[in-house]
């Protein structure tokens, strides 16, 4: 088995090529189809005009709510950067994007569970209880499940009764790194800033990246733990 050291520097050097040959398909689809990059702004920006007439506070409290069905959050928060920059888009991110985990929390640890648990009762299987001292590596291990929408993350921790702090402080600053590099996006295609955008681009792969070596750290550790 190769040394764990360079399992991470294969990943990195894999990340870098994915991301980079990403954005030369990007470029090289934009020049082939003649894509129209005033319209794509202009489209951008009637759409960013429209949230901007949104008071921001009403704003955050629909974020509450739309994301406990399956909604888009890149969508939301690229219009969201566009119309109110990186600074307040963040700000407003931070309230709706808070108060939508507390609140699918407690829906799916209160009336979610049992209604599951005697459904997988019937069909002769037990809800899994999370171990005691557990909670923080449920938590770490669903935030960082790859491309699992933001809804389904947060109804499986509360279905599982994790402890509410470690749900908190370990939920919240895994999505709102997500949500950073969106409303950097945003308003970098809102001002016309490539260089900006490019940065948001590569702070998502990066944040892609140190998931994949947070996820390989830990199931490391826990082969560790058992001797493997």
Known sequence: MPPPNRIRLRHVLIF???????????????????????????????????????????????CVFIFLFPMPASAVFIGAGAAWGVQKG????????????????????????????????????NLPEVPPGKSADVVLLIRLAPAAPLFVQNYLLGIARVNLLPYVLISFPCSMTHILGFLLIGSAVFHENIMFAIG?????????????????????????????
């Not at 090529?17 to 954005?23: K, P």
């Not at 407003?92 to 108060?99: E, H, K, P, S, Y």
């Not at 944040?207 to 058992?226: N, P």
Request: aromatic letters at 14%.
């Open 200 to 228: 948001g681009f590569f702070f998502i792969c990066f944040i892609m990246l140190l998931i994949k070596l947070t996820r390989d750290w830990m199931q490391h550790k826990k082969r560790q733990a058992v001797g493997v």
């Open 16 to 62: 870098l090529a994915l991301a980079i040959v990403g954005l030369i398909v990007l470029v090289t689809l934009w020049n082939v189809f003649e894509l129209d990059g005033q319209k794509i702004r202009g489209f951008i920006k009637t759409v960013a005009d429209w949230m901007g007439t949104l008071p921001p506070v009403p704003f955050a409290i629909c």
């Open 90 to 125: 963040f700000a407003v991110a931070a309230f709706g994007i808070l108060g939508n985990q507390l609140l699918a929390y407690f829906l799916a640890s209160r009336w979610m569970r049992e209604p599951i648990r005697r459904l997988l009762a019937r069909r002769g299987y």
